[in-house]
Nanobody
Framework: QVQLVESGGGLVQPGGSLRLSCAAS????????MGWYRRVPGKERELVAV???????NYGDSVKGRFSLSRDNAKNTVYLQMNSLKAEDTAVYYC??????????????WGQGTQVAVSS
């Protein structure tokens, strides 16, 4: 079994910054892509950013130039630095990872979600 634990959400004013963290734990052999998605009620889930095991990143168009995703492979953790936040960044952010477990199963794992609210 594997688990993803998120932290770092909260309320911030427009133009402010937040950093989200997501740590994977459990019987992990390897982690492939790992990243963040977000969802606003009534809208489809949206890619925020994803990073491969080789460090290649891909960002959603709406966050390019403002958000930065990094990865600490030794800690099985990713960090999403969010700068210049806008009201439209308000959403529940979910961590996602493709994890190869000791039992050989490839898990498409999701965190519980963390709320980010951007408001004055």
């Amino acid at each position: 079994q594997v688990q993803l634990v998120e932290s770092g959400g909260g309320l911030v004013q427009p133009g402010g910054s937040l950093r989200l963290s997501c740590a994977a734990s459990g019987s992990i052999v390897s982690i492939n892509a790992m990243g963040w998605y977000r969802r606003v009620p009534g809208k489809e889930r949206e890619l925020v950013a994803v990073i491969t095991s080789d460090g290649v990143t891909n960002y959603g168009d709406s966050v390019k130039g403002r958000f930065s995703l990094s990865r600490d492979n030794a800690k099985n953790t990713v960090y999403l630095q969010m700068n210049s936040l806008k009201a439209e960044d308000t959403a529940v952010y979910y961590c996602n990872a493709l994890i190869r477990a000791v039992n050989g199963i490839l898990y498409d794992g999701w965190g519980q979600g963390t709320q980010v609210a951007v408001s004055s």
